[in-house]
C-alpha cells in the first residue's frame, strides 16, 4: 500500500521500535526556521506558501526537471508554483523530497494519493481548507515540536526568543558573516554590543557581549559553516596586527585570523556550556548569474571537497580537552565520514551529527548510522534535526526515526544486537540525547 503505516519499516522487531518512538517529542537543535513567525503564529493560508517560499530543496528539483524560474522564485503566484511542483513529482523517485512530500500530505492533511499532475488541483483545494484551521503554533503542536533552535547572527536582536506555550525557541550563535572581516559588518557588531570596535580587544569584547545576551535568550548552540577548517592559525600578535590591517588581508591572512577567533570562541562556547556545531565541506553560490537573479540560499551550493583531517586535527589539537566544548560535526561530503567517526575518539567532546543536507536520503541515512555505529559510538547520538526553513519540514522526524529503527531492528532480526537495549537505544537517539544536551 502507497506509503502506510509500515514506510521505511522491513522487519517485525523495526516495526515494534518504530511504536515506542514514533510519538515522543521533537527537539529540533538546528534549524532556520523564523522566530517572528512562531511568536506571531501566523496563519498558513495556502500550501503552495508553505511549501514553495523558501524552500531551496524544492526549488533546486524542480530547475532539475526543466520548470523556469517565473514558477519558482519568480512572480508567479503559489497556486501556479504548486502545480509546477506537482508535476515534476513522479520524476522525484528515491529522491528525499518525494518521501518528504507525501510524508506531509498524509500526516498534515489526511491525504493518501501521489501528488501528480492529475492529483494536483484536488489535493490543492483539500489541502488548503486544512490549512484555515491551522497556524505555526498548532503545527508545532502537532507534531509535538517542544524545542526549536533557530540560526541567528551575533548582531541580531533575538526580539522574538522564548517560550510559546510548550515549545522553547532558542536563538543559535552563528558568526560566519565575521569571518569576512568587512568593515560593514564589524560596525554592525559595534552597535549591536554598544563598543565601538577599533582593536582586537574591541572585537573580542562585542562578541562576549553578544555571547552573553544569546544565553540570556536561552541559547545552547552555536554554529559555523564552512568549507574547510584553517590551515594555519594567528597567535595573539599576530591576530591584533590582521585585525588592524582587515581591510586588506589577502586570504592567507585572512584564515590565520579566522583560526585564532574560532579557538577563542570555542573556549567562550566551553565557558558558558554552549555546543559547538560545524558544517563542513560546502561550496556556496555556484552559479554566479541565478546567484544574482536569486540570491543566496535559492540551491545553488554544491558538495565540495572532503574536509581535511589533518585540518581538522590541527583545530582539535589547539584545545585541551577541558576546554572544548561539546561538539557536533557535519560534513556536507561523507567520503572520509569513517576517518572524521574516528576523531571523535580520539578527543573528548566530539562527535558526529546527522547525514547532512544531499546526504539526508534513505541510503545517505543509513551509510551515516552505520559508519557511526561501526567506528564511533550511536548510542550518544543526537538524532535528527530540520535544518529547514519550512514549517511543514518535521515530517523529517518521522523519516529518520523509520529508517533508524529499521537500522537497529534488522539488527535484533539477525542476532547482533539485543532486543532488551533496542528500545532504550532508539528511544535516546530519537529524543532523550538531544533533551540531555539541550538542558545540561
Not at 536569486?294 to 572532503?306: K, L, M, N, T, Y
Not at 534535526?385 to 534488522?410: A, E, H, K, N, P
Request: glycine share 6%; charged share 25%; aromatic share 12%.
Amino acid at each position: 500500500m502507497f506509503f502506510d503505516e509500515n514506510l521505511l519499516l522491513y522487519n517485525e522487531t523495526a516495526k515494534a521500535l518504530y511504536e515506542k518512538v514514533r510519538n515522543l517529542p521533537i527537539v529540533d537543535y538546528h534549524c532556520h526556521l523564523g522566530a517572528g513567525k512562531i511568536a506571531r503564529n501566523d496563519p498558513f493560508s495556502d500550501i503552495g506558501e508553505l511549501w514553495l517560499s523558501g524552500d531551496h530543496y524544492k526549488w533546486r528539483a524542480m530547475r532539475m526537471n526543466g520548470v523556469e524560474e517565473f514558477y519558482i522564485t519568480g512572480g508567479a503566484d503559489y497556486h501556479e508554483k504548486f502545480l509546477k511542483y506537482a508535476e515534476i513529482m513522479p520524476n522525484l523517485i528515491g529522491n528525499p523530497l518525494y518521501y518528504w512530500t507525501h510524508l506531509e500530505l498524509r500526516q498534515i492533511f489526511g491525504i493518501g494519493i501521489p501528488l501528480n499532475k492529475e492529483s494536483a488541483e484536488e489535493i490543492y483545494q483539500a489541502a488548503n481548507e486544512k490549512l484555515r484551521d491551522l497556524s505555526v503554533q498548532s503545527l508545532l503542536q502537532a507534531f509535538r515540536v517542544e524545542f526549536i533552535a533557530t540560526t541567528d547572527d551575533p548582531a541580531d536582536g533575538l526580539l522574538d526568543h522564548g517560550q510559546y506555550g510548550d515549545i522553547r525557541v532558542t536563538p543559535t550563535f552563528r558568526p560566519d558573516k565575521l569571518f569576512a572581516f568587512e568593515e560593514e559588518y564589524i560596525q554592525k557588531l559595534g552597535e549591536a554590543s554598544g563598543i565601538e570596535i577599533q582593536t582586537l580587544d574591541d572585537l573580542m569584547n562585542a562578541l562576549t557581549q553578544r555571547l552573553d545576551f544569546f544565553v540570556e535568550k536561552g541559547c545552547r548552540m552555536a554554529d559555523h559553516g564552512m568549507d574547510r577548517f584553517p590551515s594555519a592559525y594567528a597567535d595573539r600578535e599576530q591576530a591584533e596586527s590582521l585585525f588592524l590591517s582587515r581591510a586588506k588581508l589577502s586570504r592567507d591572512e585572512k584564515e590565520m585570523l579566522t583560526g585564532y577567533l574560532l579557538l577563542w570562541l570555542n573556549k567562550e562556547y566551553a565557558k558558558r556550556n554552549i555546543t559547538a556545531q560545524f558544517h563542513i565541506a560546502v561550496t556556496r553560490n555556484v552559479n554566479p548569474a541565478t546567484f544574482k537573479l536569486c540570491g543566496a540560499d535559492s540551491g545553488f551550493d554544491v558538495i565540495s571537497e572532503p574536509p581535511s583531517v589533518e585540518n581538522l586535527l590541527g583545530f582539535f589539537r589547539r584545545i585541551d580537552d577541558a576546554e572544548r566544548p561539546e561538539t557536533v560535526l557535519y560534513t556536507l561530503n561523507d567520503a572520509n565520514l569513517t576517518s572524521l567517526a574516528c576523531i571523535s575518539g580520539a578527543f573528548r567532546k566530539v562527535r558526529m551529527g546527522a547525514a547532512w543536507w544531499f546526504n539526508d536520503t534513505v541510503e545517505g541515512i543509513r551509510r551515516n548510522l552505520k559508519i557511526i555505529s561501526e567506528y564511533a559510538s550511536l548510542g550518544n547520538n543526537l538524532g535528527m534535526l530540520t535544518d529547514s526553513r519550512s514549517f511543514s519540514s518535521y515530517c523529517r522526524f518521522d523519516f529518520f526515526r523509520r529508517i533508524l529503527c529499521d537500522y537497529v531492528g534488522d539488527l535484533v532480526e539477525k542476532g547482533e544486537y539485543d532486543r532488551i537495549n533496542a528500545q532504550a537505544l532508539v528511544e535516546n537517539i530519537c529524543y532523550y540525547n538531544a533533551k540531555r544536551m539541550i538542558e545540561s
